[in-house]
């Protein structure tokens, strides 16, 4: 299949849109999005993805991606700033910084970047990264949805390393991951680094490169053309919007999923815990859903759900909260009392593996619940 190349403001929106659906309230927010795509487009750069066909079997893949928790936070004031001596943002692009510094200690070349999850900024931040380093990015990725932890991607499962791994902040922290005992370790040095890096501004980048293999490895293991599923997506919202259709519905439609329930959103708790955001979204129905009750619990990412008090789709399957009227999604962080929303399901069959359901099945957040298919719960 052909590249697809995007070059308008509308492209950006379209494809950030879908990415922060698939994101499943997590994958970082659509204006830190923005800020990775729109100079390309203001500059005249045309950016572009490609099918896995197109890659051939030997060429070097790496994931690139910021890490930190996705909890709201306060900067810190420019004064309290330089006495702990970070000064003014040093690295303007951490993640091609990150990538070119794994480059230099492997003393591979990287050819092809892959998203270990979809997002408004995990996945753009590659795609940033690939258009300024003249490189591939593979409309693939190694979720088929947001998720909280890297040992849960299917390059984990695989048995993939994050390490040796390149790590670069704004600040101009640069490090190398040599080694490590397991990937929950590997995650745990990040996320530490993480809390340093975003101390600040809650905004700034600390990027991780790792997962490094050739294609061939690669293409077993990713969950295909999820970037180009999110374009679609994020178009179809659009224009359901644009001719006053219903967006959820749009929605679910290309996604081959379900609008799970509409209400107003009653209660929002949550905390920052261990570099993660938790909490649960409440949810009253109204429409065809009035009298009825819906909760969330999310790690970073929608995981478990209860309609009426009875658990009813969980992850792996992916959970999506868009507005009601617009359509646009909402990354958890943004979710307040009083929005009246949509929430959306959809399949990730990629997991529906023993290992799988280990890293991303509701047991692996604690919970007694045992994971249904959506499809087995829902219907058309």
């Not at 729109?38 to 045309?46: C, F, K, N, S």
């Not at 692009?93 to 003393?107: C, K, S, V």
């Not at 640069?174 to 340093?196: Q, T, Y």
Request: hydrophobic share 40%; glycine share 10%; aromatic share 8%.
């Amino acid at each position: 299949m052909p590249d697809v190349t995007i070059r308008t403001e509308q492209d950006v929106e379209d494809l950030i849109r879908g990415l922060a659906l698939l994101g499943t309230g997590g994958g970082g927010h659509p204006k830190v999005g923005r800020h990775y795509l729109l100079p390309h487009v203001e500059a005249g750069r045309e950016m572009s993805w490609t099918d896995l066909s197109n890659l051939p079997d030997d060429v070097w893949t790496c994931c690139v991606f910021g890490m930190g928790s996705v909890a709201p936070s306060e900067p810190l004031s420019t004064a309290e700033r330089e006495r702990l001596g970070y000064g003014e943002v040093a690295v303007s692009h951490p993640m091609r910084e990150a990538i070119q510094d794994l480059e230099a200690h492997t003393g591979v070349k990287i050819e092809a970047l892959v998203p270990f999850e979809p997002g408004a900024v995990a996945t753009t931040g590659p795609l940033d990264a690939a258009t300024r380093l003249g490189i591939k990015m593979v409309d693939a990725d190694y979720s088929g949805r947001a998720i909280p932890k890297l040992s849960q991607t299917l390059s984990s499962i695989a048995g993939f390393t994050l390490w040796p791994a390149a790590i670069c902040d704004s600040w101009g922290n640069r490090l190398i991951l040599k080694d490590a005992p397991s990937s929950e370790v590997a995650e745990f040095i990040g996320k530490m680094i993480s809390i340093v890096s975003k101390r600040p501004d809650p905004f700034a980048v600390c990027a991780h490169a790792g997962f490094l293999v050739q294609a061939r490895q690669m293409k077993k293991w990713v969950v295909p053309g999820t970037i180009t599923l999110s374009y679609k997506v994020g178009g179809a919202i659009r224009e359901a919007y644009q001719t006053k259709q219903d967006p959820a519905q749009a929605a679910a439609d290309v996604l081959d999923g379900w609008v799970l329930f509409a209400g107003t959103i009653t209660r929002v708790d949550w905390e920052s815990r261990d570099g993660y955001m938790f909490g649960t979204t409440f949810i009253a129905g109204s429409g065809a859903y009035e009298g009825h009750t819906f909760k969330i619990w999310l790690q970073n990412e929608n995981h478990i759900t209860w309609l009426d008090d009875a658990p009813y789709v969980t992850s792996p399957d992916l959970i999506m909260v868009l507005d009601q009227h617009s359509g646009e999604p909402y990354v958890n962080t943004v979710l307040t009392e009083g929005q009246q929303v949509a929430v959306l399901g959809a399949r990730n069959e990629r997991y529906r593996t023993e290992e799988g359901l280990a890293a991303l099945g509701p047991d692996h957040f604690g919970f007694d619940v045992a994971y249904r298919p959506i499809e087995t719960i829902v219907s058309h």
